[in-house]
């Protein structure tokens, strides 16, 4: 269906508030990286139900990326051959994936409390993970429906992965170079999914990247743990992974990752207070050293100057002076 030779990525935004500077210098850069190469991008909703969702998020999130000047070439709005790029819309395929794990015995269902289950139908950012699971549910019950029955009250059973003892996974990040990860003494078996028919964030963003083409992710390196998860999960299916490139996060000038207390980032209330797109997108190019302090420039003008060796490693800080360069 897609030629190998052309890069696709994806914009993959979830519903669950605004976008804020810190989404946007990532989205700037994943969308940089695939049209300076005159790849395709895709933009698929990552909605699936979550405590977070709020509504009228995702139209939001749409504008607010098309505010920055970003664009896409397929996705809710566009349509595509790879449909829907909504993931509410797209439960059968993780259905599907959930049945070839369960064939091959790679999950079983958890009937733990713990915040890692509540927390599975979104990414399990750094800082989300809990101490590693002791595998107390193996054995615990052989379906979903038997779990469930334990629970009282009735809540909804989590799918864990099987992460096997004794091996390591490896990647070659395009940022950071060679990753390692023995998940099992990290994390221990993880959490795919949490409801029955397999939507959750794990099982989903695995079987919509492939089943999408994406042939390039790049994400915030909050999530450069989830990576090693991810090519578990690709194994077990007999997929083949995209490459992976985790670019630093944005921070308060505290060191910890963006909220409230830093200032409202939220892209609408900048547009607002009056901060123009080239502003803010030539403020997060300078931070990535693609462009001059003070220069307005706009993602399309970008393209040639897009090189991820500049991007600086450690996190880019919120501190004064750029808070004051966009009134914050
Ligand atoms: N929708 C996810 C998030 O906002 C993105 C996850 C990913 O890039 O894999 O955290
Ligand atoms: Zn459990």
């Known amino acids: 269906m897609t030629s190998p030779c052309v890069p696709r990525g ?5 519903p669950t508030g605004a976008l804020h500077l810190g989404n946007a210098r990532t989205f700037l850069a994943a969308w940089l990286s695939i049209r300076s190469r005159g790849g395709t991008i895709l933009l698929r909703m990552e909605d699936l139900d979550h405590p977070k969702i709020k509504r009228g998020a995702a139209e939001s999130a749409l504008q607010d990326l098309r505010w920055l000047g970003l664009d896409w070439d397929e996705g809710p709005d566009a349509g595509g051959p790879c449909g829907p790029y909504v993931q509410s819309e797209r439960i059968p395929h993780y259905r599907r994936a959930l049945d070839r794990l369960l064939a091959a015995g790679l999950v079983y269902p958890c009937t733990c409390a713990r915040r890692d289950v509540q927390s599975a139908q979104s990414a399990p950012h750094a800082g989300d993970d809990g101490p590693r699971y002791s595998g107390v549910c193996r054995e615990k019950a052989r379906t979903y429906a038997e779990a469930a029955a334990l629970l009282e009250p009735p809540r909804l059973p989590a799918w864990r992965f ?3 003892a004794g091996r390591m ?3 070659r990040d395009g940022f950071r170079g060679e990753c390692r990860q023995d998940v099992n003494a990290a994390v221990g078996d993880f959490v795919v999914a ?3 028919d397999g939507a959750g964030y794990m099982l989903a963003v695995v079987a919509d990247d492939a089943a999408m083409g994406v042939t390039e992710v790049l994400r915030a390196d909050d999530l450069l743990d989830a990576t090693h998860r991810q090519l578990l999960v690709y194994e077990a299916l007999g997929l083949a992974p995209p490459s992976f490139t985790h670019i630093p996060l944005v921070v308060g000038e505290d060191g910890n990752r963006l909220a409230k207390r830093h200032g409202d980032t ?5 547009r607002a207070r009056g901060v123009s797109a080239a502003k803010l997108v030539g403020l ?5 050293g693609w462009a001059e302090w003070g220069e307005d420039v706009m993602p399309r003008d970008l393209a040639a100057r897009f090189d991820l060796r500049s991007i600086p490693p450690r996190p880019l800080a919120l501190d004064a002076r750029l808070r004051t360069y966009l009134g914050l």
């Open 162 to 164: 099987r992460a096997g």
């Open 10 to 14: 994806r914009l993959a935004p979830s």
């Open 169 to 171: 996974t490896a990647f």
């Open 284 to 288: 997060l190019a300078w931070s990535c």
């Open 266 to 270: 939220r892209l609408t209330d900048l």
């Open 194 to 196: 949490r409801h029955a």
